[in-house]
């Protein structure tokens, strides 16, 4: 097993559907502990369409996450076809979200924040998370309650298992791959949560511990198929 985890400023994937480019995604990261350890972190993400798919729905966005003993912030601000969308969001530890600014692409205004949404996480916080349980469990079974402003979900995840990877034939294990399942398992409401959709509500991500436990892999069911997306940076 691998005792030296690489760590990296960026780690960058892209999404294909077939061979077609379909989305970019980036992540700046040089920690090497917990993003929700007592001290204060902070970790920036880009998303954007990309190929084809961008002549038809033109999205960008960027975000950090910026967190502290006490919780954390998640930013994002974007543009969906030429609409801006921008939300800073305060989560606490044992507390409710507090929804200091809301910009919405489709003009619609802010959930109200109530009880229910008590100990509730933003999306990319979702990905953190599992990768903090991972570093520090070897497995990521758990159950997530999502808040995004516009949106509430449950998300379960299921670790389906692990692959013990050898660079030679012969050689010891040099790593492990742990193959983790995203289901949203509630939808109350008429908006999709992308990646999600109505339909087929789930992702399969591969996270490698040779990466400190940040993805290598995606796989996606989407409204318009299966989507794959691959490190090519990290």
Do not use: H
Not at 60 to 83: M, P, T
Not at 124 to 149: A, H, K, P, V, W
Not at 168 to 193: P, W
Request: charged share 30%.
């Amino acid at each position: 097993m691998n005792t030296n985890p690489i760590y990296s400023k960026d780690f960058a994937y892209r999404f294909y559907m077939l061979s077609i480019p379909v989305a970019k995604f980036l992540i700046n990261d040089n920690r090497e502990s917990n993003i929700f350890a007592d001290e204060s972190r902070k970790i920036e993400f880009q998303l954007s369409t990309s190929g084809p798919l961008k002549l038809f729905r033109s999205y960008s966005s960027e975000g950090y996450i910026d967190s502290n003993k006490n919780g954390w912030n998640y930013y994002l601000s974007g543009s969906d076809r030429g609409y801006p969308e921008e939300k800073l969001i305060e989560y606490s530890i044992n507390g409710s979200p507090v929804i200091k600014k809301f910009i919405d692409d489709k003009g619609v205004n802010s959930l109200t924040v109530n009880q229910t949404d008590r100990d509730s996480i933003d999306p990319f916080s979702l990905l953190l998370r599992t990768i903090d349980q991972l570093r520090s469990e070897q497995q990521c079974d758990n159950n997530y309650s999502i808040m995004d402003g516009k949106r509430r979900y449950k998300v379960k995840v299921d670790l389906l298992r692990i692959s013990d990877i050898r660079l030679g034939v012969e050689s010891a294990i040099d790593y492990s791959l742990y193959e983790c399942e995203f289901i949203m398992i509630e939808q109350n409401n008429k908006y999709n949560r992308w990646p999600f959709d109505l339909k087929k509500k789930s992702i399969k991500i591969w996270f490698s511990e040779e990466l400190n436990y940040y993805p290598i892999e995606f796989n996606l069911k989407t409204p318009v198929g299966r989507i794959k997306g691959i490190l090519v940076e990290g």
